[in-house]
Structures are given as structure tokens and as C-alpha cells.
């Protein structure tokens, strides 16, 4: 009786089992069809990332060239100030003693 029930379970379990393999192969394909549809759309996306990152670079680049621009005129002008001061002071140096 035992073995009947064993014979039994075992009988349905193999009469399911092409139900269950259908099923899994009809998720397999479902999952292809995904996958294929991502494809572009995940190069398309990496296409704008790599634009985008490419347009950051750019600005990056500008932005640090104006800066530096902008840092070299203002040492090029303190230093004037500077040696306008130094002749300023030695101007003075030699009236005092002038004086």
C-alpha cells in the first residue's frame, strides 16, 4: 500500500514535471526578450553618461584655466604693488637722509 502511494506521488511528479519545465522555459524566454529590449536602452544610456561626463571634464578644464588666469593676473598685480611700495620706501629712505 505504501509502495502504491510512493508509485502514485512519483507518477504525478512526472506528469507535471514537462507542465513546470514549459513554464520555466517560457520565463527564460521572457526574460531574454527583457534583456534584449535593455540592451540598447543601457548603450544609449552609457552614450549619454560618457557625453556628459565628457561635457563635465570640459567645464572642469575652463573653469580651473579661468581661475588660474585670474590668479597669475592677480600676482602679476601685487607684485607691481609691491615693487611701487619697495621704490616708495627707498624714495623715502634717501630723503631722510637728505634731511
Do not use: F
Amino acid at each position: 500500500m505504501e509502495l502504491e502511494r510512493t508509485s502514485s506521488t512519483s507518477a504525478w511528479g512526472q506528469h507535471l514535471e514537462p507542465y513546470h519545465n514549459w513554464e520555466l522555459w517560457k520565463h527564460i524566454q521572457q526574460l531574454q526578450e527583457q534583456e534584449a529590449k535593455l540592451d540598447p536602452e543601457m548603450k544609449e544610456q552609457l552614450g549619454r553618461n560618457r557625453l556628459s561626463k565628457q561635457g563635465l571634464d570640459a567645464g572642469t578644464r575652463k573653469l580651473l584655466e579661468d581661475c588660474l588666469a585670474e590668479v597669475c593676473e592677480t600676482i602679476s598685480v601685487l607684485k607691481g604693488r609691491i615693487s611701487e611700495l619697495l621704490w616708495s620706501v627707498m624714495n623715502r629712505d634717501v630723503q631722510m637722509k637728505l634731511l
